[in-house]
């Protein structure tokens, strides 16, 4: 193939994308930091094929803390927050897909060690290594946290030092969880439109949407796509996800997500920003890095499928190759 040039890869794909070479085979490429998805369930899926699938991070945002404690592995780096906590009977309790041991339901805010409170519920998370706390807030189809065991729950959170993010649904529950301190929303919005004077206050706050366009249909998926199209170019922080475990999908980087981020106006660069954001480090990964064999896209229309290609390798492994 004809040398890559190095000047339209960038411009495709941002700073960090540079053409490379493996050291040991001589296959030329594109390098890029290390992938992320940022919302996915372990316990519903493979992980090792998730990793063969260029992901070198995922961020498991609900499971059994104890079964996470005791897998933890190198490869993909799992990042977690445990159990989801909710309030009794709210979402996800019951739910097939989520046995018992991945929901707390939180009873209140009695503070100290009371059994179900939101003080106990952060620290069992905290000790069994989570990095994170998962709530949720689902308005339809079950009861929703209190405002006071909410902040309560954010409030330990802080405390322990962990970000707090939210699976919100439901009218009104975008603004509950700014107002409670939310960092982070495990869904972009769905069900409801983020704008104006609501989506102003969410970006004033820094708060971060993980995507997770691709489980949608119906009228949610347009006004998710609209609702980050405008968070996006607001300059609102993205971070890829795909809630892996949801529905049938690809390992590695799905890019019917991709797709649909590119259709709510995100460009190459900023694609990569969100697959390569460290969330919940503050660093990212040390030794590994993302490598693409072979030409580099031609245009934004291929990145999608491009990406897919993506593999983890050692960052030892890889030679600039800019020339
Ligand atoms: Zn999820």
Same mark, same amino acid.
């Given at each position: 193939m004809l040398h890559p040039d190095p000047f339209a890869t960038r411009a495709l794909l941002g700073d960090d994308a540079a053409v490379a070479r493996r050291a040991i085979t001589g296959e030329i490429g594109v390098s890029l930091p290390p992938l992320a998805d940022h919302h996915v369930h372990g316990h519903l899926v493979d992980l090792d094929a998730v990793a063969a699938g260029g992901i070198a991070a995922v961020v498991d945002l609900g499971g059994d803390p104890t079964a996470l404690f005791r897998e933890?592995? !190198?490869?993909?780096?799992r990042d977690y927050a445990g159990a989801f906590l909710t309030? $009794?009977?709210?979402? $996800?309790?019951?739910?097939?897909?989520?046995?018992?041991?991945?929901v707390r339901e939180v009873t209140g805010h009695?503070?100290?060690?009371? $059994?179900?409170s939101a003080e106990t519920a952060v620290d069992e998370q905290a000790e069994f290594g989570a990095s994170l706390i998962k709530v949720a807030l689902n308005a339809d189809g079950g009861p929703v946290l209190d405002a006071e065991t909410l902040r309560a729950i954010v409030s330990r959170a802080r405390e322990r030092g962990l970000p707090v993010v939210a699976h919100v649904q439901g009218a009104g529950m975008t603004r509950v969880a700014l107002d409670a301190g939310?960092?982070?929303? !495990?869904?972009?919005?769905?069900?409801e439109t983020v704008d104006g004077d609501l989506l102003d206050a969410i970006l004033r706050s820094g708060q971060a949407w993980i995507s997770t366009l691709a489980i949608h249909d119906g009228a949610d998926l347009p006004r998710a796509g609209d609702n980050l199209g405008r968070f996006a170019a607001a300059g609102g922080r993205v971070l890829y996800g795909t809630d892996l475990g949801n529905g049938a999908q690809p390992f590695g980087v799905n890019p019917g997500e991709v797709r649909l981020l590119q259709g709510a106006g995100l460009d190459g660069p900023a694609i990569v920003a969100a697959l390569t954001d460290p969330w919940p480090r503050a660093e990212p990964l040390h030794g590994v890095a993302t490598f693409v064999p072979g030409p580099p896209p031609a245009s934004s229309s291929e990145v999608p499928d491009w990406l897919a290609g993506a593999r983890v390798v050692p960052t030892e492994e890889l030679v600039p190759d800019d020339r």
């Open positions: 933890r592995r !190198a490869m993909p780096h309030a $009794p009977g709210g979402y $996800p309790a019951g739910r097939g897909w989520a046995p018992a041991a991945i009695a503070g100290g060690g009371a $059994p179900g939310v960092d982070v929303l !495990a869904h972009t919005p769905f069900s």
